[in-house]
Nanobody, 113 residues
Framework: QVQLVESGGGLVQAGGSLRLSCAASRISVSANVIGWYRQAPGKQRELVAGIVNGLTNYAEFVKGRFTISRDNAKNTMYLQLNSLKPEDTAVYYC????????WGQGTQVTVSS
């Protein structure tokens, strides 16, 4: 069965950086639409960044700070988070879509002021 296993979350001070990883099994990160989403307490899940047909796209609130990437050889996708702000605090989820949609288990990112 398809599995997406996330890692890399944690507690960081404002202005700091983290790198999230999402290792995929039984599904390719190169052949499908991939993305990172986040959900803060009391808020809806929102798209942070994605790759569609080789093109990257970012939510306005992360442009210039976050970078989505993938390593096809490792079948892993990444989200580099720089210049973190307290409002970036959320659970971050990786997502892969083809005919179906698959989610990672989520990883907590907490940014202290």
């Amino acid at each position: 069965q398809v599995q997406l296993v996330e890692s890399g979350g944690g507690l960081v001070q404002a202005g700091g950086s983290l790198r999230l990883s999402c290792a995929a099994s039984r599904i390719s990160v190169s052949a499908n639409v991939i993305g990172w989403y986040r959900q803060a307490p009391g808020k809806q899940r929102e798209l942070v960044a994605g790759i569609v047909n080789g093109l990257t796209n970012y939510a306005e609130f992360v442009k210039g700070r976050f970078t989505i990437s993938r390593d096809n050889a490792k079948n892993t996708m990444y989200l580099q988070l720089n210049s973190l702000k307290p409002e970036d605090t959320a659970v971050y989820y990786c997502n892969i879509r083809n005919s179906y949609e698959y989610w990672g288990q989520g990883t907590q990112v907490t940014v202290s002021s």
